[in-house]
């Protein structure tokens, strides 16, 4: 079978049907295009897709496309938005499968907090009401998407929570402003456009994602948004630019056994989409030892330099998040003045005792041999003595 053919993935296919479904034209004067030609380019020539893969790029691409025509539009009729104020968003960063997920669930079990639910990311146009929030159709709509990962690769429901209403990662907010790495890599291994918007400016993707927040919070207010990627990691500076009150939380698990973990999240993620998973190399920085110490030395750098200032970011263990969930959560607010109301501490406790670790299948990876460990905990001994992070295997 032609899959090119039967799926095309072009530059004008993908923005025709955009304009055709919305119709709408605008799609902004932000430089979003060129990353975008240069990931189709990429996706066509790099990620090796497969039948599926290929109809999911396509069908993922095309969302992004026409959720950028909204937003443009939403902004034009009602510049109004753009008054909208965000302060102190707190911003989950560090190594995947270090416990941000759970961290961020339990924080928008808080009602004093806000996050971005999958729905609303996927989905930001219109902009979401207070009176129907928690029932609007669009919930449904992207349950049925982002689920199908679950539906292709059964095991997925082990390592993963994938739904409608649950919080996504920043990664679906720079969707629109086609500048991220681990999204679209996810979606399929593009080296080329990696290596290109690595060299680029990212504060214009920020910029983007503020514009979202605000669209967002427009008719549904939130006083306190909390969003969370490991992707932030890279770009500290450019995201203190853009949100210079900003509320860093980081928690440290063994980066030896939060990478075997991300290895195989991100090999059952791959292998949904095309028969050659990890062929590139595409995923280094995320999934290799030294890629992985590379990023985490640079923060340390700029911790140390004074770049980003050490009193913007709260430290947390995996350890104590997982034991002592409560305890560390009031530290985080009082380190950062931040108001934790006798309701919000009661919905996160309960949100706690509901939601054990234990009702979702265990995660089975592996770790692998002895002298692998050995390699990777040399990489990434300057990381764990800096910030006090003990060994798990």
């Not at 063994?254 to 995923?283: I, N, Y």
């Not at 003045?337 to 009661?346: I, P």
């Amino acid at each position: 079978m032609d899959i090119a053919g039967v799926v095309p993935l072009d530059v004008d296919s993908l923005m025709q049907s955009a304009t055709r479904s919305t119709g709408l034209s605008d799609f902004g004067t932000d430089p979003w295009f060129e990353p975008f030609k240069v990931l189709v380019k990429s996706l066509n020539e790099e990620a090796s897709f497969n039948l599926l893969g290929r109809i999911r790029a396509r069908a993922e691409l095309i969302i992004m496309l026409e959720a950028r025509l909204q937003i443009e539009d939403w902004y034009k009729r009602h510049p109004e938005i753009d008054d909208e104020v965000i302060t102190k968003p707190i911003f989950i960063i560090g190594q995947g499968r270090s416990g941000t997920t759970m961290l961020i669930n339990v924080l928008s079990s808080n009602p004093d907090n806000g996050v971005v639910m999958t729905w609303e990311g996927m989905f930001p146009c219109p902009p979401p009401e207070k009176a129907t929030y928690t029932s609007d159709p669009r919930i449904e709509k992207a349950h049925h998407l982002i689920t199908q990962v679950n539906r292709v690769t059964p095991t997925m429901v082990s390592m993963h929570n994938f739904a409608g209403n649950v919080p996504h990662e920043c990664l679906q907010l720079f969707g629109p402003s086609f500048m991220s790495a681990a999204w679209f890599n996810s979606m399929g291994q593009v080296p080329t456009y990696t290596d290109f918007i690595s060299k680029l400016d990212h504060e214009s993707a920020y910029r983007y994602h503020k514009k979202i927040l605000k669209l967002l919070q427009w008719r549904n207010p939130r006083s306190q948004w909390v969003v969370k990627s490991p992707s932030h990691l890279d770009q500290l500076p450019t995201l203190l630019k853009v949100y210079p009150d900003a509320c860093l939380i980081w928690p440290h698990r063994d980066p030896v056994k939060a990478l075997a973990s991300l290895v195989s999240l991100v090999g059952t993620v791959q292998w949904g989409r095309t028969d050659q998973p990890f062929k590139f190399g595409s995923w280094d920085d995320y999934v290799d030892a030294k890629g992985v110490a590379a990023r985490f030395n640079r923060v340390i750098d700029w911790l140390e330099s004074g770049v980003v200032p050490k009193k913007q970011l709260f430290n947390m263990l995996y350890r104590d998040l997982v034991t002592d969930t409560m305890r560390v959560l009031e530290e985080m607010y009082a380190y950062f003045g931040l108001t934790l109301t006798e309701r919000g501490r009661a919905a996160m406790a309960d949100y706690m005792a509901r939601n054990p670790r234990t009702a979702r299948p265990a995660h089975k990876f592996d770790v692998g041999p002895s002298t692998v460990i050995k390699e990777d905990r040399q990489a990434l001994a300057r990381y764990q003595q800096y910030f006090g992070v003990p060994n798990e295997i």
